[in-house]
């Protein structure tokens, strides 16, 4: 069965690892160093620079269709034989709606809410980008629901810096 990783920046390395993965998606500003794991081929490394914000503001990329565009097209084409690792700077926003976005995309017979529900199950922290989630819903033709899903399952717990890697399954 295939699964999506996911993790903080400061956890990327020992996760690769850890899990075996073959593919990994960052997103994060567009600044933020980001070493590639050793293991991970160059192209199959997406890097989306997008900042962890809803609206515009002045210094930031807003999360936009291209992002979601590039996701799809990179996750698509992952062969599922290998973990996937997902990560942004602290494995709660960015990287938790591409997780949830992927999973959608990828098993668009599984409901938007049994979905929400692992992904909370499997991270009481996870806090998905709102704005990716409502890009990807029109996208992906889920009328509402992607969102609706994520609101249900509201913010996650606080967190004092950053998430701890966890793993959701594809159906």
Known sequence: MPTLHVCPLSRLHETVEAVGASHVVTLINVATPVERPAAIDPER???????????????????????????????????????????????????????????????????????????RAASPMATPNARLVAVADEMLGREGRMVAAIARIGRGADVAFENEPFELRLG
């Open 45 to 119: 490394h997406l890097f989306i620079g997008v900042s962890d914000i809803v609206e515009a503001r002045d210094g930031h990329v807003v999360p936009a269709r291209e992002h979601v565009e590039r996701l799809l097209a990179f996750v698509r084409d992952w062969p599922r034989e290998k973990p996937l690792v997902i990560h942004c700077w602290a494995g709660v926003s960015r990287s938790t709606a591409a997780a949830f976005i992927t999973a959608c995309a990828l098993d668009p017979e599984r409901s938007e809410e049994e979905i929400a529900d692992a992904l």
